[in-house]
């Protein structure tokens, strides 16, 4: 029989643990004024850490309301994991954002792996995904589409699967595909694993995997990303 105290610390981890997980799910934030612009920001692990962490900050810095869903390890391919068509559309009835930021499709490359599979993925993968930008940009949404980033492992199956995002982006109101490998590669088209700080030194922007942002590469990524949307018309400082 397990002792009281034990059930008891276990119970406070878990409730501890589960709030961590909603917060980074679902934030919303505090004082909130009636008429601020709102933003959805949603995808997979990049999303989840540091880098959607960076974005939000931004957003919220410049006035926006931001509503932040992740779920790592999921994709248009993983419905079973997570039904990102539904779980989209109830976020977005609740918040009626004006503008969605969205990036999946690193967990995505996986279905590459098997060539008898591969074969018959790539037009179902592009419908699949223009569906689902189709829904994301409906009344009157923008929505700016991140690719997958550059990477260690898998660059060309994350390149595949960036290219067709593309295609499915390509001639859809509303929705700018945003290819993140230029933002997410150095001076010579490698993965960036590296950025040099301004008193010279060599900063590693990865995690162990070589495919995460760490801390350091969220920040740095996230302010390029901002550029970007900026650029394309984006009203952000």
């Keep these: 029989m397990v002792p009281k105290c034990v059930l008891l610390s276990l119970t406070v981890v878990l409730s501890s643990l589960t709030a961590t997980v909603r917060a980074a799910d679902w ?3 505090e004082g909130a004024a009636p008429g601020r612009p709102r933003v959805v920001i949603l995808g997979d692990s990049n999303i989840f850490g540091p880098m959607g962490k960076a974005l939000e900050d931004r957003f919220v810095a410049d006035g926006w309301e931001v509503w932040r869903r992740a779920r790592p390890g999921s994709g248009l391919t993983h419905a079973r994991r997570y039904d990102w068509f539904a779980s989209a559309a109830s976020l977005i009835a609740k918040v009626r954002p ?10 995505d490359v996986f279905a590459l792996k098997w060539p008898a599979r591969a074969a018959h993925f790539a037009e179902t993968y592009r419908a699949r995904a223009r569906a689902f930008m189709t829904q994301l940009a409906a009344d009157g949404r923008q929505v700016f589409w991140l690719s997958p980033t550059n990477r260690g492992p898998g660059a060309q199956r994350a390149a595949t699967i960036r290219d067709l995002q593309r295609e499915a982006a390509t001639g859809l109101a ?3 595909f945003v290819d993140m490998f230029p933002l997410t590669s150095d001076e010579h088209g490698r993965w960036l694993r590296v950025i040099r700080a ?25 302010e390029r990303v901002i550029e970007r949307l900026r650029d394309d018309g984006l009203p952000l400082r």
Excluded: C, K, T, Y
Aim: proline share 2%; aromatic share 2%; no cysteine.
């Design 98 to 107: 004006s503008v969605i930021v969205a990036q999946m499709g690193g967990n």
């Design 174 to 176: 509303r929705v700018d």
């Design 27 to 29: 934030h919303v934030p």
């Design 198 to 222: 301004a008193d010279g030194r060599e900063v590693v922007v990865r995690r162990r995997d070589a495919i995460h942002l760490n801390d350091v590469g969220g920040v740095f990524v996230g």
